[in-house]
């Protein structure tokens, strides 16, 4: 055991679980329809290019990222699939998206405009994104015949895809997802040649109305429902696991305290175990005195504050623990799980903001 940091702490990604997620959205999916794997932050902190390139091997169509960084991180891994952006790129962007083919989303006419001076024959691809209630980004409905046409005048842009977000799907709101729907559709009826797609996660899952030509699902790829409101439609298998290890034990005294505030304090004699994993590697503060991980497949409780890059757990009733052992903070030992889920609950946020937090420079291990 060494003394490196990245030695003691790490994260584990199972490729084959990957595969399997990949392999059961295809197979809910409507022949035809195309299947765009969301690899943005960091694949959901999973490692954007393998993830990107065992998802590319597993046959999805698409690959959807946030910003054009992110793009161009996975262009010069060679990955040469289409990979559509959602956030904003400044028009002074545009060379760079045309060289890297990428595919940008398009609101205003500022960036169709600068795509269409930039040198060169090739035809430049964009999609537009329609704002059909989430009132985040987007054109609104009434007016995206005016950018539709104003595109069209342009020489070497041309629209490829149409497409729009759900505000409420993963809180199966039914009524909210069916209204944004057909104002999408509304839209979309106008343009029959275009790739038309609105189904994240919990869309592709809960509303198969909503898959119309591809499908953009995220963090079910990786093993996790988007909400404990969306029904289990199909079998998926965690991928990511978080791993640490004892570093010090020690006994203390009832009555002492542990961590910063020594905000818990022993009612008994008490041992307790050091582990070098803290909220700036991913573990919620939040998770102070609430959490818990697993040592020997048994859970140890969290005790006193989650400091920066270290937190304190209880291993009293955890029998024969030795410094080097291995600790699970996310994911499975022996016969118990920690899910992704149960932190979120533990830290009142959602399972997506657990996984995105995971420090990107933390040691991964794709098996």
Request: proline content about 5%; some cysteine.
């Given at each position: 055991?060494?003394s490196?940091k990245a030695?003691?702490?790490?994260?584990?990604?199972?490729?084959?679980?990957?595969?399997?997620n990949?392999?059961?959205?295809?197979?809910?999916?409507?022949p035809?329809?195309?299947l765009?794997?969301?690899?943005?932050?960091?694949?959901?902190g999973?490692?954007?290019?393998?993830?990107?390139?065992?998802?590319?091997?597993?046959?999805v169509?698409?690959?959807?990222?946030?910003?054009?960084e992110?793009?161009?991180?996975?262009?010069?891994?060679?990955?040469?699939?289409?990979?559509?952006?959602?956030?904003?790129?400044?028009?002074?962007?545009?060379?760079?998206?045309?060289k890297?083919?990428?595919?940008?989303?398009v609101?205003?006419?500022?960036?169709?405009l600068?795509?269409?001076?930039?040198?060169g024959?090739t035809?430049?691809?964009?999609?537009v994104?329609?704002?059909?209630g989430?009132n985040?980004?987007?054109?609104?409905?009434?007016?995206?015949?005016?950018?539709?046409?104003?595109?069209?005048g342009?020489?070497?842009?041309?629209?490829?895809?149409?497409?729009?977000?759900?505000?409420?799907?993963?809180?199966?709101?039914?009524?909210?997802?069916?209204?944004?729907?057909?104002?999408f559709?509304?839209?979309?009826?106008?343009?029959?040649?275009?790739l038309?797609?609105?189904?994240?996660?919990?869309?592709?899952?809960?509303?198969?109305?909503?898959?119309l030509?591809?499908?953009?699902?995220?963090?079910?790829?990786y093993g996790v429902?988007?909400?404990?409101?969306?029904e289990?439609?199909?079998?998926?298998?965690?991928v990511?696991?978080?791993?640490?290890?004892?570093?010090?034990?020690h006994r203390?005294?009832a009555g002492?305290?542990?961590?910063?505030g020594?905000t818990?304090?022993?009612?008994?004699?008490?041992s307790v175990?050091l582990?070098?994993?803290?909220?700036g590697d991913?573990?919620p503060?939040?998770?102070?005195?609430?959490?818990?991980?697993l040592?020997h497949?048994?859970?140890?409780?969290?005790?006193?504050?989650?400091?920066?890059?270290?937190?304190?757990?209880?291993?009293?009733?955890?029998p024969?623990?030795?410094?080097?052992d291995?600790?699970?903070?996310?994911?499975?030992?022996?016969s118990?799980?920690i899910s992704?889920?149960?932190?979120?609950?533990?830290?009142?946020?959602?399972?997506?903001?657990?996984?995105?937090?995971?420090?990107t420079?933390l040691?991964?291990i794709?098996?």
């Open positions: 055991m060494g490196n030695e003691l702490s790490w994260v584990e990604i199972n490729m084959k679980a990957l595969v399997h990949v392999e059961k959205l295809r197979q809910y999916l409507r035809g329809t195309q765009m794997a969301v690899v943005k932050k960091n694949a959901y999973h490692g954007a290019v393998p993830v990107a390139r065992v998802a590319v091997a597993a046959g169509d698409w690959l959807g990222v946030y910003s054009l992110e793009g161009l991180q996975l262009r010069d891994a060679g990955i040469s699939i289409p990979i559509l952006i959602f956030g904003y790129v400044p028009s002074s962007q545009a060379a760079t998206l045309v890297s083919e990428l595919t940008p989303t609101v205003e006419t500022k960036l169709p600068a795509l269409d001076k930039v040198q024959d035809t430049i691809a964009v999609h994104k329609v704002d059909t989430l985040r980004s987007g054109v609104r409905t009434e007016d995206v015949p005016h950018l539709m046409y104003f595109i069209s342009l020489r070497r842009v041309k629209v490829e895809g149409l497409y729009t977000h759900f505000a409420s799907a993963d809180e199966l709101d039914r009524e909210t997802v069916g209204a944004q729907l057909q104002r559709l509304g839209v979309a009826t106008k343009f029959p040649e275009l038309l797609h609105a189904a994240n996660s919990a869309a592709t899952l809960v509303f198969p109305e909503t898959h030509n591809m499908v953009r699902p995220g963090i079910v790829m429902y988007p909400s404990p409101a969306v289990r439609t199909i079998p998926l298998q965690p990511l696991s978080l791993k640490s290890r004892v570093v010090r034990l203390i005294r002492e305290g542990v961590s910063y020594l818990w304090k022993a009612k008994k004699d008490t175990a582990v070098p994993f803290g909220y991913g573990l503060r939040l998770l102070s005195n609430c959490g818990q991980v040592v497949g048994q859970r140890a409780p969290i005790r006193g504050r989650v400091c920066m890059d270290q937190c304190i757990v209880d291993v009293t009733d955890v024969e623990v030795k410094v080097g291995e600790v699970v903070l996310l994911g499975r030992q022996g118990d799980e992704v889920d149960e932190i979120a609950n533990w830290a009142d946020t959602i399972n997506r903001e657990i996984l995105a937090g995971i420090r420079d040691h991964r794709y098996t």
